[in-house]
């Protein structure tokens, strides 16, 4: 509820809220002598009572884990509510109608939450009534469809609301709630034609409770057909002050304890698979109700898996492996971390919902898709790697340049080098190649090994390409073998030239292991990861151009050289080597034209 409890009714609720009353809900207590009672903790495992009230007092203590507290930390223990969820509780056990502070959001001053509770509690049973009725079929026959019996459905208190304007409206003001009472719970709502209205007709009805199992608003599927329905499939309650959707979790007051417990929880998609995840032995997962889930989810969820001061257990989302799921995967490396490295995903290959999956296959089904859950970060690498065909080193070079980024936005360091690691088996690529590009992504781009080079010359930036595509793709290099031996001219990349030449096969780690010198060495790893420069896919008809390119400057190069030799010499004098020399020349200038017209792709 909205605003603060005052602080005379906290002290009244707790005055007037015996421990040992509340503690008897729970626990067995024995006299213990000198006043005292005791019983089994319920926050350890323990075969003989260390737990003790005191009830003159107000306290418990258990000598076995050191917990201890008032009757208010008692129940925010061990229900895992908020202080003020547990006072309204507490006063809703003891029929007292609290006052809040000023300056709060107003419910107005007829209202409280336990006239809300009551409302949506009362319809909920006449709701669960409905479905037991002739009227019904076609609801219960739904269910049936999906897998779930008569006691599926009496254990999650699934109801149907009938196919009339205002029966469960006159049902409830038959119970003696007023208008204000019965719009403002979202039960009901003003009709075109004046008056009040229910709210969902003829769907089937989950009521959903808040963590405590008080119910606070209902999900309705819809059963009509959409031209008799034009509403949404799901239509969720309205925000409620006692409904709030983004703090709300369906199934919560089921799993809250096997949560807990097991530290772990699972995040379906809705009513039905939780139902179906619960019956399978999933009894740990829950769903959001008509949106996504958010920071007051994560803010529950903590408060339920957190120990003492750290967060410990898994987080496990099962997504149908399609572009929506992958695309949420991907925001894991811009949120919050801290939460996401506890998170798991667990996808169904075949796109089924628990739902459909029990169905199909069975309880075990269920319960193994939550097993092969895997890491968050595991799962978004993988989706980004599955858009490359990676049995090409093509594909492998392009799948590592996009996916080296994401591993630098780990902020735990520590899981980085996991990562890396992984990724490499995961790509059929080196280590030091992936940790390079790993390292090189977070780095900005000045930080070159071979910063010497002038990457504004045409020259160099060729030359680098096509040292590229020889560590890259070494398949693809075909032209390799018939560089001039002055093809490259920046020292550097002449010296790596010679090294690959010099390997009787091509290897990148043999290179690595080979190569002497720190610049040539991370010259290697860095022209390795460095995505070559093209606008579309890197083709075999861009490798012949660049590869022709390159001669073609090498060539020219060479030309000019001959030339000048030959303005040296005297073709009267040498003849002999004249003629030889510029037999050459003619030689060359063919090549030339060769390689230029390969470069142009007009051949
Ligand atoms: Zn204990």
């Given amino acids: 509820m909205a605003g603060r409890i005052k602080d005379e009714d906290v002290t009244y609720i707790r005055d007037h809220s015996p421990i040992d009353d509340v503690v ?180 089937l009805i989950w009521p959903v409770k808040d963590i405590s199992g008080d119910v606070v608003g209902f999900g309705a599927r819809k059963l009509a057909s959409d031209e008799v329905d034009t509403g949404p499939k799901y239509l969720n309650s309205p925000e409620t002050p006692v409904y709030k959707k983004n703090a709300i979790l369906y199934g919560l007051d089921m799993a809250k304890k096997e949560i807990a417990k097991s530290r772990q929880v699972v995040i379906v998609e809705g009513y039905t698979d939780v ?38 257990g898994e987080v496990i989302f099962t997504f149908d492996g399609d572009a929506a799921g992958q695309k949420a995967a991907l925001r ?94 995961w790509l059929g690529m080196e280590v030091d190649i992936v940790s390079t590009a790993v390292k090189r992504s977070g780095k900005p781009a000045d930080a070159q090994s071979d910063k010497r080079v002038n990457l504004t010359d045409p020259v160099m930036v060729l030359e680098r390409e096509v040292l590229k595509v020889k560590l890259q793709l070494p398949t693809m290099a075909h032209s390799w073998v018939d560089l001039e031996p002055a093809a490259f001219s920046f020292p550097l990349y002449a010296e790596l030239r010679t090294l690959i030449d010099n390997q009787k096969e091509f290897s990148t780690q043999d290179l690595l292991e080979k190569c002497e010198g720190e610049d ?32 073609e400057v090498a060539l020219s190069r060479s030309i000019a050289e001959i030339k000048s030799t030959l303005q040296r010499l005297n073709p009267v004098e040498n003849d002999a080597q004249y003629q030889e020399i510029f037999g050459q020349l003619v030689g060359m200038e063919a090549a030339r034209r060769v390689q230029k017209e390969l470069a142009l792709g007009e051949s």
């Avoid at 479905?131 to 079929?137: E, F, I, V, W």
């Avoid at 591993?407 to 360091?413: F, K, M, N, T, Y």
């Avoid at 040539?520 to 022209?527: A, D, M, P, V, Y």
């Fill in 275 to 312: 139902m179906a995840a619960h019956l399978a032995g999933v009894t740990t997962a829950v769903a959001t109700c008509g949106t996504a889930f958010g920071d007051e989810h994560i803010r529950i969820i903590r408060r339920l898996l957190m120990d003492a001061d750290a967060f410990r």
């Fill in 520 to 551: 040539l060495k991370s010259l290697i790893t860095e022209l390795t990861v460095e995505p070559i420069r093209t606008d579309g896919e890197v083709s075999d008809r861009y490798i012949t151009s660049i590869f022709a390119r390159l001669r």
């Fill in 24 to 203: 008897a809900d729970y626990v067995q207590l024995k006299n213990a002598g000198g006043g005292q009672k005791k019983g089994l903790c319920p926050f350890h495992d323990e075969k003989s009572p260390s737990f003790h009230v005191t009830p003159s007092k107000g306290y418990f203590h258990c000598f076995g884990c050191q917990v201890g507290g008032d009757v208010i930390a008692f129940i925010m223990k061990l229900e895992h509510l908020t202080f003020t969820e547990t006072v309204e509780r507490l006063a809703d056990r003891i029929g007292y109608t609290l006052r809040y502070e000023a300056g709060g959001v107003s419910t107005g001053p007829s209202i409280n939450r336990s006239r809300l509770v009551a409302a949506n509690t009362a319809a909920s049973n006449f709701y669960q009534e409905q479905l037991q009725l002739p009227a019904a079929q076609h609801g219960r026959d739904f269910l049936t469809k999906r897998g779930f019996d008569r006691d599926a459905a009496k254990n999650f208190n699934v109801g149907y609301a009938p196919d009339e304007w205002d029966g469960l409206y006159k049902e409830l003001k038959g119970k003696g709630f007023t208008d204000e009472e019965l719009n403002l719970a979202g039960l009901v709502k003003e009709g075109s034609k004046g008056g009040m209205i229910d709210r969902y007709r003829n769907r």
């Fill in 332 to 425: 894991a490396f811009e949120d919050d971390q801290k939460f996401v490295a506890q998170t798991f995903v667990a996808v169904e290959p075949n796109g089924m919902d628990p739902c459909e999956l029990r169905q199909a296959h069975g309880d075990d089904a269920v319960r193994n898709l939550v097993a092969r859950r895997v890491p968050l970060f595991e799962f978004a690498i993988k989706s980004v790697i599955a858009n490359y065909d990676i049995t090409a080193a093509e594909g492998r070079v392009n799948a590592l340049n996009q996916v080296a980024p994401l591993i630098g936005r780990i902020r735990d360091a520590s899981l980085r080098p996991e990562y890396v690691r992984l990724l490499a088996g």
